[in-house]
């Protein structure tokens, strides 16, 4: 099984069970965002604007000297942008709440508001979308309790990649992200806190959604277009 949404695929004459990005709501509490669970367009829109958002800040970051942020920023930007450029379908785009996240750390960041926060909430939420990218957007298929899983394990390594990032931009450009082994260890623990906390969230979203992609996937689990 894919994402827990597709399990509310419908199936044509033909048993195959199509999905598109983002369906109908099948439970009242979601009906206010009725008009964004519906619409791939609107979905589209609102996630492109979140991505508009990521690589403005990120333009700021790097000129004012923040080059790492700048480049992680960056890195969010691309990967949220990654199935358009790939599928050549600027409609291919993740779940909205997702370039949304990317964008609150990023501007969190940038504003000074909490860039420890902002900092978990990047990590975590780039894991999330390449976790969310490969089910969506790709063959392979995971269970709920497996992504919710691989998502806490991926955040734990982006947030090692993040760790070496963060050495050597203090070691060659003489920023002060690492300060103490205690707190190193603390980031480490909150930022998988987060990141099992995200995913839980998004995937409880997910299976509230017909949700869909890219890849189709016949009743018996054979892929189909």
């Known amino acids: 099984m894919?994402?827990?949404?597709?399990?509310?695929?419908?199936?044509d004459a033909r048993g195959t069970t199509g999905y598109r990005f983002?369906?109908?709501?099948?439970?009242?509490?979601?009906?206010?965002?009725?008009?964004?669970?519906?619409?791939?367009?609107?979905?589209a829109v609102v996630g492109w604007v979140s991505v508009a958002m990521v690589t403005l800040w990120a333009v700021e970051s790097i000129l004012t000297g923040d080059l790492l942020w700048g480049g992680f920023s960056l890195l969010l930007a691309?990967?949220?942008?990654?199935p358009a450029l790939t599928t050549r379908d600027w409609l291919a785009m993740v779940p909205w709440p997702l370039p949304f996240?990317?964008?609150?750390?990023?501007?969190?960041?940038?504003?000074?508001?909490?860039?420890?926060?902002?900092?978990?909430?990047?990590?975590?939420?780039?894991?999330?979308?390449?976790?969310?990218?490969?089910?969506?957007?790709?063959?392979?298929?995971?269970?709920?309790?497996?992504?919710?899983?691989?998502?806490?394990?991926?955040?734990?390594?982006?947030?090692?990649?993040?760790?070496?990032?963060?050495?050597?931009?203090?070691?060659?450009?003489?920023?002060?992200?690492?300060?103490?082994q205690t707190e190193l260890q603390e980031d480490i623990v909150i930022v998988t806190v987060v990141g099992f906390a995200l995913g839980a969230?998004?995937?409880?979203?997910?299976?509230?959604?017909?949700s869909a992609g890219a890849v189709e996937r016949s009743s018996d689990g054979v892929e189909s277009r």
Request: one cysteine or more.
């Open 78 to 82: 691309a990967v949220a942008s990654l």
């Open 101 to 180: 996240s990317a964008a609150v750390a990023v501007i969190a960041r940038a504003t000074e508001l909490s860039t420890e926060t902002a900092g978990y909430l990047g990590v975590a939420t780039l894991a999330l979308l390449v976790v969310v990218e490969l089910d969506v957007f790709t063959s392979v298929e995971l269970g709920r309790r497996f992504a919710v899983a691989f998502g806490v394990l991926t955040t734990m390594a982006v947030e090692a990649l993040w760790i070496v990032a963060q050495f050597y931009s203090d070691r060659w450009l003489g920023t002060d992200f690492l300060t103490t």
């Open 2 to 11: 894919g994402l827990p949404g597709r399990a509310g695929g419908r199936e």
């Open 201 to 210: 969230l998004f995937f409880w979203y997910f299976e509230r959604v017909e």
């Open 22 to 43: 983002y369906g109908r709501c099948t439970e009242w509490p979601l009906v206010a965002l009725d008009a964004l669970v519906t619409s791939e367009r609107l979905n």
